[in-house]
């Protein structure tokens, strides 16, 4: 695992920005591992600039997202779907319809993860997977006591993540319960893993992610065992790390 601590979160957009590019230059038809939340919006920023003022091209590349909610509508502007095709998709010439999320509309649940994992497969798999992590140390929607060898499937919600994440909606009443998310074996398959953390909310997470022992009390501590794990950070999400 390389942790990197920079200034702020623009820089470790940029740094996280700057591992995405190597990839699709070596490999112009890399897939990509997508995340929504706060934290990657300055790395997509940075891949939007870097498309467009330095060409870096994503017409070969191919997306999946994390997780996406249940039961929201595919045109709600905070479904996941919706989400990455403003913060990202729209912003670079990615063919749309090669980035993916889980169906969280599907009548058989079940049946859509396990479609979204053939997928990831056919498509031969991440090769850099950009991650956030939660305040109790979640990774795509993996929430502590998850399975470390999880795969694609449905998650409830804890209290304290819907209300992380009411602030993008009108009201905590509309958070959905219920997401798909992949697995914790499914994301620990991604060749490159890129985490980015940034602002004082997360410095307990981090400590736990970097220094705690693996735990699936904190699930992002199972990077401990990633063969290529880059942890990049802003001096704030790493004032707990000794
Ligand atoms: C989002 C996701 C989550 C977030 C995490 C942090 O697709 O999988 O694990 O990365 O909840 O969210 P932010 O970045 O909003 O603090």
Known sequence: MEVVILKDAREVGRAAAAAFAATLRRKPDAVLGLATGSSPLPVYDELAR??????????KASGF????????????????????????ASRVNIDQAKVHSPDGRAEDLEAACAAYEAAIEAAGGVDIQIL????????GFNEPASSLASRTRIKTLLEQTRKDNARFFDSIDEVPHHVLTQGVGTIMQARHVVLVATGATKAEAVHGLVEGPVTAMCVAS???FHPRATIIVDEAAASSLR
Do not use: K, N, W
């Not at 870097?50 to 017409?59: I, K, N, P, T």
């Not at 994390?66 to 990202?88: N, Q, T």
């Open 65 to 88: 997202a994390l997780d996406e909610y249940v039961g929201l509508p595919e045109d709600h502007p905070e479904s996941y779907a919706s989400v990455i095709r403003r913060d990202f």
């Open 132 to 139: 956030g992590i939660g305040t109790d140390g979640h990774i």
């Open 222 to 224: 199972v990077l401990q």
């Open 50 to 59: 870097l498309h467009a003022e330095e060409g870096l091209d994503f017409s």
